[in-house]
């Protein structure tokens, strides 16, 4: 596997003011984000600092904890049968279940990736929290990979695109800023797969996944474009509101992310 380089290794936390009373849902963010980061820094120093001899003996320990199997290929139920992008069982009775500290860390780092991703400006997301460990780079790359197809099938040819599509022609409601974030989420994990799978992949593999590329950059591309000519056609008073102001930072962030997207997969 093709090496996927990383920008960041290390993640600090430093409290910087205190949150008002009705900031639950903000708070509880705040959370979530500080519980994956540590999680995910005492993981990455674990494997950093350990032999490959005590890898092993993590892994044993891990193995024997049911609740730790993490369980992949989770777009398999929806991916077409002739995809070259399948993920093959290992042997007939394959439940696609694995386990290891490396398996373990690749999900943390998806995890926190996905919060910075959403919920922050963080330029390449997946990337920031690569790892460096080639065996572990394996790892993560597929499950990634199964992320973003998960995401894929989830988001393209439903009747839910077809309504969020309609509804953001009439200004960006929850559920169409919703959707929109999805697929900036998709997004950077694309950006984060496409450097390695240039390199690994066959042809023909590449060639399906910058199709599917290409396919969501044109939703992603429209629903962008439906915000920002509504943000547009606002100008004046209602932009100065904290929402819309916060939707006009969003939209730009997304323009950038589909103009990164769209040189990725061959649009122009």
């Known amino acids: 596997m093709g090496t996927l380089k990383t920008t960041s290794q290390t993640t600090y936390f430093r409290p910087t003011q205190k949150l008002g009373s009705k900031d639950k849902t903000l708070g509880d963010r705040i959370v979530g984000y500080y519980e994956f980061g540590k999680s995910l820094e005492a993981l990455t120093t674990l494997i950093r600092n350990s032999t490959s001899e005590e890898i092993q003996v993590f892994n044993e320990v891990i193995d024997a904890r049911p609740e730790f199997r993490i369980y992949t290929n989770l777009a398999r139920g929806f991916e077409n049968p002739g995809s070259t992008l399948r993920l093959e069982p290992l042997h007939p009775a394959d439940d ?32 920031e929290v690569a790892p460096e460990n080639p065996s572990e780079q394996v790892i993560y790359f597929w499950m990634l990979m199964d992320s973003f197809k998960s995401h894929y099938y989830d988001t393209m040819d439903t009747q839910q695109l077809k309504f969020v599509i309609a509804q953001s022609r009439n200004g960006p409601d929850q559920k169409v800023l919703a959707y929109i974030r999805r697929l900036a989420l998709m997004a950077d994990m694309y950006a984060a797969m496409i450097p390695a799978a240039s390199e690994n992949f066959t042809e023909i593999q590449l060639a399906q996944l910058k199709s599917m590329g290409r396919k969501f950059h044109k939703k992603f591309k429209e629903l962008t474009h439906n915000v920002g000519v509504n943000l547009a056609a606002r100008n004046g008073a209602a932009i100065n509101s904290v929402t819309d102001s916060r939707t006009q930072t969003f939209y730009e962030s997304c323009t950038q992310k589909c103009a990164r997207l769209a040189k990725q997969v061959g649009v122009f």
């Open 96 to 127: 696609f279940s694995r386990s290891g500290l490396f398996w373990l860390t690749s999900l943390a780092r998806i995890e926190f990736a996905t919060t910075r991703s959403i919920f922050h400006d963080a330029e390449s997301p997946f990337l």
